[in-house]
């Protein structure tokens, strides 16, 4: 069978999509564009999907909105794209979100990248500017416990990503991504 003929079969296919789920700094864009250029699919980054909707950088719309406000629109969002075979780099407070989170299920596999706080408090302040969704005088250890239940609840699969290279990481989520992701891999 030829490529052609491949991808016309696949057109009406609903091909899963990874989705990457975890806290600021857990290298969800890094490892997602890996992972993506390995897989050969597109790698979309929600956040910037929020910033091309809204013309602003993401930590001027986190800005402008309350905690719970942003939530609500970064679930809006997320429950819009209407995507497939692609690698999709999620904001950190879209668990927060019932809808989006049963959404990305239904699209795929979640994978959680599990980072330690003391490593991501590091890399956080390598980047102060990027967007962090949090009530006031609300700390990174605060949101961290608030939201490693909810990344473990809905993840299929947790990568640990510490002390490891990110093609490590990509390689790991390769060789444990569920079958049925898996079935999809070579198109």
Request: glycine share 6%; with cysteine.
């Amino acid at each position: 069978m030829s490529e052609k003929d491949v991808i016309i079969q696949s057109i009406n296919k609903s091909i899963p999509c990874i989705s990457l789920i975890g806290m600021p700094g857990a290298g969800k864009t890094t490892i997602g564009k890996r992972l993506a250029n390995r897989l050969r699919w597109p790698y979309i980054d929600s956040d910037h999907v929020i910033e091309a909707c809204y013309g602003h950088r993401l930590q001027d719309v986190v800005d402008a909105t309350d905690k719970q406000g942003f939530i609500e629109l970064e679930a809006r969002i997320v429950q819009s794209l209407r995507i497939r075979r692609c690698v999709l780099g999620t904001g950190g407070s879209v668990v927060y979100s019932d809808e989006a989170m049963t959404y990305l299920s239904a699209c795929g596999c979640i994978v959680y990248l599990d980072v330690p706080l003391e490593t991501l408090a590091d890399r956080i302040a390598a980047n102060p500017d990027r967007g962090i969704a949090c009530a006031p005088g609300q700390t990174l250890a605060d949101l961290y416990a608030e939201r490693v239940a909810l990344y473990h609840k809905w993840a299929e699969i947790c990568c640990p990503n510490n002390n490891v290279s990110p093609d490590d990481c990509v390689s790991w989520i390769c060789d444990h991504l569920p079958e049925r992701i898996g079935n999809y891999l070579s198109l």
